[in-house]
């Protein structure tokens, strides 16, 4: 295996929906059994991979988990190793998660540690969510570990840093999903219709208004619509029109409290308006809360590798890695890349320096796991 930055540039090229990865599981498992078999166990689950690399005194295992699913964005990086998959892209970093855990699984399987180390390569981060449900499998309780890790991709961060936080780093997230049904009509008899055109445009700078008036400033909140649709042609005034967006907040209460904000609204502009409103919150993730001891080890781990660690953040991301955390003590580190272009960015370019990086500081800190 060893060529980590051909394995980048191939599953780059191959990047795939939750629960779509097919090619993805194929390529992973190819370069999984390329590797020394003795000390490893491999499961599948749907189109994820468990690898349980055997400890040659356990007392525990450790997780570490890489996401493998892509974005439904058109890639603009003009790479010759572009995306293959027309309107998909690995846009959040996940070719470099996947090459990273390689990387390190591969440092393991010649040289295991006494511990037992289960790599998790999950499926559907972006969503629906595959943390959630994987959890509840037997495949995954047999291999439960005692404390987990993971990595995130940070394009604003220098190669060579890393930063991390005990306490909440990522948000709760929900998605949004709003449909406004109305009456259609000519365009030049608006009194005679409940145009959705007009119905959702008012709606969206109203739900800013939750954001600004009737959430405590000091609790965060973001809600972004990222996509509208509705109408049919120029001239006909649109019955239906619909909303898809995502809710950060920085607490499950706060979240709570955006949705019943929300659903107010949504009442308030069926009367408005005369339409109906149908709300669907879609996947929602539980916040990364990270455990403050195993964070302060891996600052010192990060140092003793001659890299930077710097205290980040609260971040309005969400991760379903959250779910794991909520269950297994552990935490996450962003990893600095360096690309001029941000997540989910269609030209998102992060530096291929920084797959060493991550490969040195995963392999380290769970060779340090026992102090
Ligand atoms: C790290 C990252 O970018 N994660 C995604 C998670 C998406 C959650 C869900 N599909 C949603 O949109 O709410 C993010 O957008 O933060």
Not at 3 to 9: E, G, K, N, V
Not at 77 to 88: K, L, N, V, W
Request: proline residues 5%.
């Amino acid at each position: 295996m060893s060529d980590l930055i051909s394995i980048r540039r191939e599953l780059h090229q191959i990047p795939e929906l939750g629960y779509k990865e097919f090619k993805t599981q194929a390529y992973l498992l190819e370069k999984i059994r390329s590797l020394p078999q003795e000390h490893l166990e491999i499961k599948t689950w749907k189109t994820g991979i468990l690898v349980r690399v055997k400890g040659l005194n356990p007392k525990q295992t450790i997780g570490y988990r890489a996401d493998i699913d892509g974005l439904p964005i058109a890639e603009k990086t003009a790479y010759p190793f572009a995306s293959t998959h027309e309107g998909q892209m690995h846009a959040c970093g996940h070719d470099f998660h996947m090459t990273i855990a390689l990387g390190a699984l591969e440092k393991l399987a010649y040289k295991p540690t006494d511990d037992h180390v289960l790599f998790i390569f999950q499926p559907a981060e972006e969503g629906p969510g595959g943390a959630e449900p994987l959890l509840q499998t037997n495949e995954f309780k047999a291999w439960k570990p005692d404390n987990i890790f993971a990595l995130h991709i940070a394009p604003e961060l220098p190669v060579g840093t890393v930063a991390s936080r005990e306490g909440l780093l990522f948000a709760n997230t929900s998605e949004l999903f709003i449909d406004l049904e109305g009456k259609g009509g000519h365009a030049a008899y608006p009194h005679f219709t409940h145009d959705m055109v007009v119905a959702a445009s008012y709606f969206v700078t109203q739900l800013q208004q939750i954001v600004s008036r009737r959430i405590n400033p000091l609790d965060s909140a973001v809600i972004t619509i990222g996509k509208i649709e509705g109408g049919t042609v120029q001239n006909i005034i649109a019955e239906h029109a619909r909303l898809e967006g995502t809710i950060r907040t920085m607490s499950p209460e706060a979240m709570k409290q955006v949705k019943q904000f929300i659903e107010n609204a949504a009442r308030g502009l069926e009367l408005g308006h005369e339409c109906k409103v149908s709300i669907d919150y879609g996947a929602n993730y539980h916040q990364v809360t990270n455990n403050g001891e195993l964070v302060d080890r891996f600052a010192e781990v990060t140092l003793d590798q001659g890299f930077t660690y710097e205290q980040a953040p609260p971040a309005m991301t969400g991760e379903d890695f959250g779910y794991m955390v909520k269950e297994i003590p552990g935490f996450m580190f962003w990893l600095g890349v360096d690309s001029e272009y941000g997540l989910h960015h269609a030209k998102l370019k992060p530096d291929e320096k920084a797959i060493g990086v991550g490969v040195q500081l995963v392999e380290s800190m769970i060779r340090k796991w026992r102090g």
